[in-house]
């Protein structure tokens, strides 16, 4: 191994980025962690939102529905690095005066839930779209029968609207898990210390920039590879049932 | 100011009648947003923006020729990279698949400073490239910037134009082959008119994602707008004022863009 290394002139780079303390790649790989822990949360709570989101747009009334267009809207035209700026000044200062309120002084935020926080107030935006024009595609007899059944709304929502609308909703989902996972980059700009924060100082510490840089990029590739793997998988069980497509164009 | 904003906003599409704004709760919520409009102005500090305005403008400047120049030129790259993924032989549809799902598939952030940070740490060490005409150019920090971003927008519509190639009617193909056209002039007048009319709403979507896609240039010391709003911050310590003009210059622009695409669109009749 060490000659097959030393002979392609790799030794160095193996050295800068083994796991044990000289090398780096423990950091790249706690900055990895860190990525992934924010991206599942921000996904989560955007999901979150979106169902409720969606709901809103579709079943809402005229103001709910006028609210929710302004906040996917404006979600969708200005950029997430001003987003994440806006909403972690906004959070912050909020906490900060609620706890003064309540006479306890200025709180740490921690990172990782400043980062859920703006990430997933930012993906709420998007997969409210997703998840709305997953419900819309669900043929409309289904939630008709289960209205007419006396299915309880909440209920309807568990047992149909989410089944059903599992197939059209996964490849919008799926692209916004691979959003998630690479907006998590920009919060390297407030000072958070995921994958690309860390890669970056380590880079800059070392001067070795492209051995860095391309070993992140290979991390979030194998991150995106795995994803894609992962939710074809879950497409593939979200249609079950379904007949299949395959030469029907012909 | 408040009511053509709001306009636009609340009623979340452009298209809509004037007279859709005069239901009771549009006009309560339009006034709502007109007070908060007053109260921001009123309330917020202004008083800074007469010494960074010009910069603000020269910002506001890089940014929209950032964004121009590499939709052009990715959109022009991502061409033949669509064209090799869709029909290719595979010694050029894998190099061109290997490309664009690494572009895709790893953060923009780390993809300018790789360029920025690597790139720019090899080249000082070689010394025909110091030497030479383009060491001035290659010094400063904006054209790893238009590389990334061009790059990036390449990827992505490579993606794209991979589907919209595949996706013209194969008729229309065989009656141009019928009637003896060359293949240039099939291409030309035929597959990419009917490939781009097919995909430009989603053209019109990814070119705001690259509108939103520039501030992270300001990361590698390239002044635009985002970097403008920044110095505002750092040197003045105020927070949201700057922030929410920045945001209202985006949304302002991709407006823009948006229309822009709308008409497009109508001209080239795709939306039926």
């Avoid at chain 1, 303390?21 to 790989?29: D, H, I, R």
């Avoid at chain 1, 955007?46 to 709910?64: C, E, T």
């Avoid at chain 1, 860390?198 to 991150?223: D, K």
């Avoid at chain 2, 994602?209 to 110095?231: C, D, F, H, N």
């Amino acid at each position: 191994m060490d000659l097959i290394l030393d002979t392609l002139g790799l030794a160095k780079s193996a050295e800068l980025l083994s796991l044990s303390p000289p090398g780096w790649g423990g950091n790249l790989l706690r900055g990895l962690a860190n990525s992934l822990q924010i991206a599942f949360g921000a996904f989560g709570f955007g999901l979150l939102i979106g169902l409720f989101g969606a709901s809103g747009k579709l079943y809402g009334g005229v103001v709910i529905r006028d609210l929710l267009a302004i906040y996917t809207t404006v979600i969708r035209a200005v950029p997430e690095l001003v987003l994440i700026l806006i909403l972690y000044y906004v959070g912050t200062d909020l906490i900060n005066q609620a706890s003064s309120a309540l006479g306890y002084g200025r709180v740490e935020i921690s990172g990782v839930v400043a980062g859920i926080w703006v990430l997933g107030i930012v993906q709420g935006a998007y997969a409210t779209e997703v998840l709305r024009g997953a419900i819309q595609a669900i043929p409309h007899g289904q939630i008709e029968a289960a209205r007419a059944f006396g299915m309880p709304s909440f209920m309807l929502m568990r047992r149909v609207t989410i089944p059903a609308m599992m197939s059209y909703a996964t490849p919008g989902l799926a692209n916004l898990w691979l959003i998630a996972t690479k907006d998590t980059a920009l919060l390297a700009i407030v000072g958070f210390s995921e994958l690309t924060l860390e890669t970056r100082q380590a880079a800059s510490s070392t001067r070795a920039y492209f051995t860095f840089f391309l070993a992140a990029g290979a991390l979030y590739m194998i991150v995106t590879l795995f994803s894609g793997a992962v939710f074809a998988r879950i497409e593939k069980w979200a249609r079950r049932g379904q007949p299949s497509l395959r030469g029907a164009g012909k | 100011m408040g009511a053509p904003g709001s306009a636009v906003f609340a009623g979340g599409g452009q298209m809509m009648g004037w007279r859709s704004l005069l239901q009771p709760h549009r006009i309560v919520l339009m006034a709502l947003f007109a007070g908060l409009v007053v109260w921001c102005a009123i309330s917020l500090r202004w008083d800074w923006i007469p010494e960074y305005a010009p910069l603000a403008i020269e910002g506001a400047w890089r940014t929209i020729w950032i964004l121009v120049v590499t939709t052009v030129v990715g959109f022009l790259l991502a061409i033949p990279l669509g064209l090799a993924q869709a029909i290719g032989p595979w010694y050029l549809s894998m190099p061109a698949k290997t490309f664009c799902t690494i572009i895709r598939g790893t953060p923009l952030l780390l993809q300018i400073w790789l360029l920025y940070y690597g790139l720019g740490s090899l080249f000082p060490q070689i010394p025909w490239i110091r030497g030479s005409e383009l060491w001035p150019y290659l010094r400063q920090a904006w054209p790893y910037a238009v590389l990334a971003l061009t790059l990036s927008y390449a990827g992505y519509e490579g993606e794209v134009m991979r589907g919209a190639f595949a996706g013209v009617n194969k008729g229309q193909l065989e009656a141009a082959n019928a009637f003896g056209m060359p293949r240039f002039t099939m291409f030309r007048r035929i597959w990419l008119p009917q490939a781009i009319r097919n995909v430009l709403p989603t053209l019109g979507g990814e070119t705001i994602l690259q509108l939103k896609a520039t501030p992270l240039v300001a990361t590698i010391t390239v002044v635009e707008i985002y970097a403008v709003s920044s110095r505002v911050r750092s040197d003045l310590f105020i927070v949201y004022e700057p922030l929410l003009l920045l945001a209202l210059f985006y949304m302002i622009i991709a407006g823009i863009i948006a229309l822009l695409f709308r008409r497009f669109e109508l001209k080239t009749g795709s939306r039926l």
